[in-house]
């Protein structure tokens, strides 16, 4: 078959909506299936090799994001069942939960607040204006709310989600292993930790390393996403007032 009929072909397929779920699932089951082969290894994490085999469909055939979405969007409204379910494991860790409650919510606060001084310093340093500082700052929140905290504080809500996305990358392929570096062998532990820094994504790649883990890590992806929108606004403020 020439290129041309190949073109049409697609131009014809790409106006069906399950075109675009056909190939999230393709994609998520070729990233899956290497992620596998290759003894789940964290560089293999199955959300970056996904991202990246869809950005290449999507270039090679030339469709719009908007056009892809209209069938991809079936598996963005299993976000939320997702993300309720994530209670379940959570719930046959209460007690431990209810136990770890307060030092739990400490760590998360000085982790923001170290967190968030730091990352817009840093930029501010390296020269980034003010909405990029701002945005950064939401980084480590789940995409969604991320850019509604973005969108509320001054910043630009799509550099938020792309640096929202890229963090829970980064922390899914390097996080663990940093943490086990630290010689943190406390699944618990690990799993706040992760849940904090790289939500969604991170969360994931927990509950593939260890149950307890991945409920402590949904745990923590929630309560950063509380904690963030209560606290960001005003640890902007106080950082922008002290640095001028």
């Known amino acids: 078959m020439q290129n041309t009929d190949l073109q049409t072909l697609w131009v014809y397929l790409s106006t069906s909506p399950l075109t675009g779920l056909t190939i ?3 994609a998520y089951l070729t990233a899956y299936t290497l ?3 290759t003894g789940t290894h964290p560089l293999t994490n199955t959300v970056l090799i996904s991202v990246i085999l869809l950005i290449l469909i999507l270039e090679v055939t030339d469709t719009e994001y908007a056009t892809y ?6 598996i963005h409204f299993l ?3 997702v993300t309720v379910a994530l209670a379940i494991p959570l719930f046959q860790q209460f007690a ?3 136990r770890l409650f307060i030092p ?4 998360m606060v000085i982790g923001i607040t170290v967190g968030t001084i730091a990352v817009m310093f840093i930029a501010k340093l390296l020269g980034a204006d003010l909405a990029t500082q701002i945005s950064l700052s939401a980084r480590s929140v789940t995409a969604p709310v991320a850019m509604g905290i973005a969108e509320k504080i001054g910043g630009i809500p799509s550099l938020t989600a792309v640096l929202a996305v890229l963090t829970g990358i980064i922390g899914a392929v390097l996080g663990t292993h940093y943490l086990n570096l630290l010689k943190i062998k406390d699944n618990s532990v690990k799993g706040i930790a992760i849940g904090n820094s790289s939500h969604g994504i991170g969360t994931a790649r927990a509950f593939t390393l260890n149950t307890s883990m991945g409920a402590f890590a949904g745990l923590s992806m929630a309560l950063a996403a509380l904690l963030n929108a209560l606290m960001l606004p005003w640890l902007v403020k106080g950082f922008l007032l002290v640095t001028g």
């Open 24 to 26: 999230t699932l393709v």
């Open 35 to 37: 992620h596998r082969k």
């Open 69 to 74: 979405f209209e069938g991809a969007q079936f």
């Open 79 to 81: 976000l939320g069942p």
């Open 96 to 98: 431990q939960v209810k």
């Open 104 to 107: 739990i919510i400490l760590s």
